[in-house]
């Protein structure tokens, strides 16, 4: 029988994670610490996008350099 972990037991220190519910929708986002939502990589913005929906300006500002997403 194999021990159940916790999601955060189950991060590196350096780990993000999406938390996402029983019907597949974004509830959260995981940060590790030292890190802050400035610092979220290019592939979780990715996903959030083309996955969830999210806009974005909820990462970037909208006069970012880095608002475009292809």
């Given at each position: 029988?194999?021990?159940?972990?916790?999601?955060?037991?189950?991060?590196?220190?350096s780990?993000?994670?999406?938390?996402?519910?029983?019907?597949?929708?974004?509830?959260?986002?995981?940060?590790?610490?030292?890190?802050?939502?400035?610092d979220?990589?290019?592939?979780?913005?990715?996903?959030?996008?083309?996955?969830?929906?999210?806009?974005?300006?909820?990462?970037?500002?909208?006069?970012?350099?880095?608002?475009?997403?292809?």
């Open positions: 029988m194999s021990k159940k972990i916790t999601f955060e037991e189950s991060l590196g220190d780990d993000w994670g999406l938390i996402i519910d029983k019907n597949g929708r974004l509830k959260g986002l995981f940060i590790p610490e030292g890190s802050d939502e400035d979220v990589p290019e592939s979780i913005i990715q996903v959030c996008v083309t996955q969830f929906g999210i806009n974005p300006d909820e990462f970037y500002g909208p006069d970012d350099e880095h608002a475009t997403l292809h």
